[in-house]
């Protein structure tokens, strides 16, 4: 099998599952009521957690976006505060901002030593 083709199965899979994790990310940010209950306990973990499984999807769907996006994704996790903030039941917090960068930055060196490592597993004689 061409390498090319090799990659471009794992490389959608990555992407699908980067897509749904925004759709649930987005959902679970903008109901008004999730039962039961999905979240760590403290909201800022939630926050972190999140925006770490999606910086480590998105790198690995992406790989070659190095700065696309973990940028993107700070522009997302600010359009899910503005939202929040227009719903009336949810409150928009700048903390948040940062727990979500927290896990962006977490998530993408995460990402980046998996994607070296794998890097160096296929170099003969490495």
Not at 105 to 119: H, M, Q
């Amino acid at each position: 099998m061409p390498a090319a083709r090799r990659l471009a199965h794992p490389l959608l899979l990555w992407r699908l599952a980067f897509l749904a994790c925004l759709a649930a990310v987005l959902a679970l940010a903008l109901l008004k009521n999730v039962s039961p209950p999905l979240d760590t306990g403290w909201d800022k973990s939630n926050h972190l957690l999140a925006f770490g499984v999606l910086a480590l999807l998105g790198r690995l769907g992406f790989p070659g976006r190095h700065w696309l996006v973990p940028s993107g994704l700070l522009l997302y996790g600010i359009l899910i505060e503005v939202l929040q903030g227009l719903t009336g039941y949810r409150v928009a917090e700048y903390r948040d901002l940062l727990a979500d960068l927290l896990g962006i930055v977490l998530g993408s060196l995460v990402a980046a030593g998996w994607l070296r490592y794998r890097r160096q597993e296929r170099q003969p004689g490495a």
